[in-house]
């Protein structure tokens, strides 16, 4: 795939709304390997950056780079030009790149969306994952054994598709195993991994395969692959979960709900916050209780719905212990 930085429009107007934002401000966005159309996780950022263009007057110029060597190339290209109030680094791929380039231009702003560069000049955003894992799993569970509709058969049984096998990933699918058991201790969760974010077949054959050990339910956080899982459900027939953006329109009678992770939400507060001089360097932990993450209502019943809400506040209040890894589930 030919790599592009695309020019957007640049605005001319100050906007005094809210007292924040300047004309002409300059964003950079390297975007994870997925690209754009991912439907999940860039797409999302995407969306930030087009609300802060129209509510704050940025300009942004972003990167799609096709594989994880050309990070810091653009990286450094963006830090070279000195033009750019922030520069954005979506994936948590990117973290080895961004803190080689960030450490050669110490006076540019960085921000890292879902991983931790140690340096002065970045402020890296993630969440925690396990939050999310644990929703989808009680939601998952709370369908599979109580739902009754041609797409939930009589077996406790669901699964969770990951992208890679990494922390973050074992985090969602840890915690996934960790919410159905909280719902339901005997029911059995399949788990796998593509591999790759970018390789719907591959995860589409890995569903297939869960839903002939019957599983009626299978959520795919897996970024671009994840669309996968969703054509899987559809063709066969069941369930499937999205993953970082609404997916429902993919397949509007088989997602059943999405774990969100509000990409969008995270993006525009760091452009915010920089306009605001109030750029901090560091970490900066996002969960249900910040709204970094969350669901959607999509295909839920209303009862669900009501007993999800106990849920999430037993998460908040931290009177649920969730795992981050698989060995830990109980």
Known sequence: MKKIIIPLLILTVVFAFTGIGQAQ???AVVYATGGLGDQSFNDSAHRGLNRAEEELGITFNYAEPGAVSEYQNYLRQFSATGQYELIISIGFDQADALSSVSSQFPD???????????????ASYVYREKERGFLMGAISAMMTTSAENDMINPQKVIGVVGGMDIPLIEANVAGFMAGAKYIEPNIKVLHSYVG???????????????????????WGAAGRSGLGVIQAAQENDFYAIGSDSDQGHVAPDHVLTNGMKYVNNTVYLAVE??????FEAGIHNLGVE???LGFTDSLLPEKILQRMEAVKANIVSGNVDIPAKIENVK
């Open 25 to 27: 401000t300059k964003i």
């Open 108 to 122: 540019q702003k960085y921000a890292i969306v879902d991983a931790v560069v140690n340096n002065d000049n970045v």
């Open 196 to 218: 790759d974010w970018a390789d719907p077949a591959k995860a589409k054959e890995m569903t297939i395969s869960m839903y002939e050990k019957d599983a009626d339910i299978v």
């Open 273 to 278: 916050q920089v306009l605001n001089d109030e």
């Open 290 to 292: 910040e709204g970094g």
